[in-house]
């Protein structure tokens, strides 16, 4: 059965609707899945208006309940009242009640179980007083200690954040050892999960200049970073650096790992965004999956039907890709054998199966087994 994505409209002055119109209209859309956009029916007919023909004439499949989706059609929940003011291009209060409107009727239909999936378009961070990612961790009840990860994709270049929508003069305090740690950790269990690689290659960014130029630039990366990598590796992550972010893209050494983790918000965006500008927002660390466009809400060519379709197209795409990867995993990893650990006489960790019998008839697995560092505990 075709999945169900819901996909919000986004900032009703921006062009979140003109993208996911243009995306939904082109390319096997309507063969892989079915799409509920969550908006507002007048609205969205206004929008409708600053498009070219091809892309003009749509006709909505008005619906209550993602239930009622029908195959080939964009079928549309209205989500706000019809007497919504559209005004290209301005950030007002009612474009702002109206984006979280959407967002939280889909997010209540996804934890309901009846979309599969999510893809937000743009908003104004005024919104949700913060950016997407932080208010779905809040939403979902990422537990403490864990956190989401904020992920920018195209092709083999992912680029995570330590520290995602907070001001230059916050981020010193924020680089701690835990949390670059932790972001590792999520990380890495994204790409195995929702990437598909085995042992993936991560590469850590450093926070001052010269990577700290050993310490005359800054003592972060030899206090903080280089032992955070050095316990990640402890627990089986491969990761490597840190790494001066200005040479580490300028040489295209980027190119040699599966996924970087860059200290704060410009200096992982700045470079992937000169890369591709159609790239895709996906937040890893959730119960969900969630996807979006990696640009803004575009005020400054909202109604002038000269927005680009391509990174709404590819968050479509992405979020379609990570259920059927997320989904494999959870099969092929849903019935290994329980282990637990233990220390031999040199006091290094050892796993071992726990003792039970076998369904096939009596045979005990009660011996210390050699179990890839991968394999998750049950």
Request: glycine share 8%; with cysteine.
């Amino acid at each position: 059965m075709k999945p169900i994505i819901a996909i919000t409209a986004g900032d009703t002055n921006g062009v979140g609707y003109e993208v996911l119109i243009k995306a939904l209209l082109t390319g096997y859309m309507f063969e892989i899945m079915r799409p509920v956009i969550y908006g507002n029916a007048v609205v969205a007919k206004q929008h409708l208006q600053t498009l070219d023909e091809d892309h003009r004439n749509v006709t909505w499949n008005l619906i209550e309940t993602p239930e009622q989706a029908k195959d080939g059609r964009l079928n549309l929940i209205t989500c706000y009242t019809d007497n919504l003011p559209v005004e290209f291009g301005k950030n007002t209060e009612s474009s702002n009640k109206a984006a979280k409107a959407s967002l939280d009727r889909a997010c209540a239909d996804l934890k309901a179980g009846k979309v599969q999936a999510l893809v937000t378009s743009p908003i104004s961070k005024e919104a949700l007083n913060g950016g997407h990612t932080e208010y779905l961790e809040k939403l979902f009840e990422v537990p403490s200690g864990k956190g989401s990860l904020m992920m920018l994709c195209s092709g083999n270049l992912r680029v995570a954040l330590v520290c995602n929508h907070v001001s230059i003069a916050e981020i010193p305090s924020q680089i701690t050892e835990e949390r670059i740690l932790s972001k590792l950790a999520v990380l890495n269990q994204s790409l195995k999960r929702d990437f598909g690689m085995e042992k993936p290659r991560i590469a850590v960014l450093a926070l001052n200049p010269h990577a700290g130029d050993q310490g005359l630039l800054g003592k972060e990366e030899q206090e903080i970073i280089l032992p955070a990598i050095t316990k990640a590796k402890e627990q089986g992550i491969w990761a490597f650096g840190p790494y001066a972010a200005d040479g580490f893209f300028g040489s295209e050494h980027y190119a040699q790992f599966d996924a970087i983790l860059a200290m704060y918000h410009d200096q992982g965006l700045i470079p992937f965004k000169t890369l591709d500008m159609s790239g895709v927002n996906f937040t890893a660390g959730l119960n969900i999956v969630r996807t979006s466009p990696d640009h803004g809400t575009g005020y400054d060519i909202a109604g002038k039907n000269e927005a680009d379709p391509s990174s709404m197209r590819n968050a479509i795409y992405m979020a379609i890709d990570v259920l059927r990867q997320r989904a494999s995993y959870d099969e092929l990893t849903a019935n290994l054998l329980p282990f637990i650990e233990r220390e031999d006489k040199e006091g290094k960790p050892r796993r071992e199966f726990i003792d039970f019998k076998t369904t096939t008839g009596g045979n005990r697995f009660d011996k210390p087994a050699d179990i890839p560092n991968e394999t998750p505990a049950q």
